[in-house]
């Protein structure tokens, strides 16, 4: 009797632990538990400084007012960034036409600022469509950590030249706010959030 109360004593801890750690059993991974976050409170996005394909300097809060799909990428990427530009451009020709550039726009940031100048970064946005008007492709001006940790991106390198990171869509409202994360291969709930709130 003493070991079956022991073992409900137990259960019940274990229970009570997994449900805390896992935001009332909504979310089994850190990731998923902080795109909830962010969907529940969004959280102010830095005013940061950029440098565009273009070589133009740039501030975030140019695009304040519109909509903003961005990603993280490196130029020297062979897996996961070539993929996120695909499918960016994807997410950019299933929204209307009239709201690209206009209502929405589009922010592939570097982190990778040394190797990602200018000239690399255009031919990034080239293979996909990336026009300035409607898409940055760009590099961050200030610290990295002041682009990467407001986002939660995780940046590693991997011993091989390049980097291991997190990859995800993230979403960013009128007023300058991230208000959504999406796992970099659902790009249709991208297209959904935008829609929404267009």
């Known amino acids: 009797m003493r070991a079956w109360l022991s073992a409900m004593v137990v259960a019940v801890l274990g229970a009570a632990t997994l449900f805390w750690g896992t935001d009332g059993f909504r979310a089994l991974t850190a990731e998923s538990a902080r795109r909830i976050a962010v969907s529940e409170q969004p959280r102010a996005v830095p005013d940061l400084r950029l440098q565009l394909q273009s070589g133009a300097e740039a501030r975030l809060r140019e695009l304040r007012g519109k909509l903003v799909v961005a990603t993280f990428i490196y130029t020297r990427c062979t897996h996961a960034c070539p993929m996120l530009g695909m499918r960016m451009q994807r997410i950019r020709a299933e929204l209307p036409e009239a709201a690209v550039g206009t209502e929405v726009r589009f922010l592939s940031l570097s982190f990778d600022p040394e190797y990602d100048r200018p000239q690399r970064l255009a031919e990034y946005g080239g293979r996909y469509g990336a026009e300035p008007t409607h898409w940055w492709v760009a590099r961050p001006r ?3 950590a002041e682009m990467l940790d ?3 991106v995780v940046v590693l390198p991997d011993g091989k030249g ?6 995800a869509f993230y979403l960013i409202d009128r007023e300058g706010r991230l208000t959504g994360i999406f796992p970099d291969d659902e790009p249709e709930r991208v297209v959904d959030a ?3 709130r267009l």
């Open 142 to 144: 200030d610290a990295l």
């Open 150 to 152: 407001p986002f939660g």
């Open 162 to 167: 390049g980097f291991m990171h997190n990859a």
């Open 194 to 196: 935008v829609e929404e």
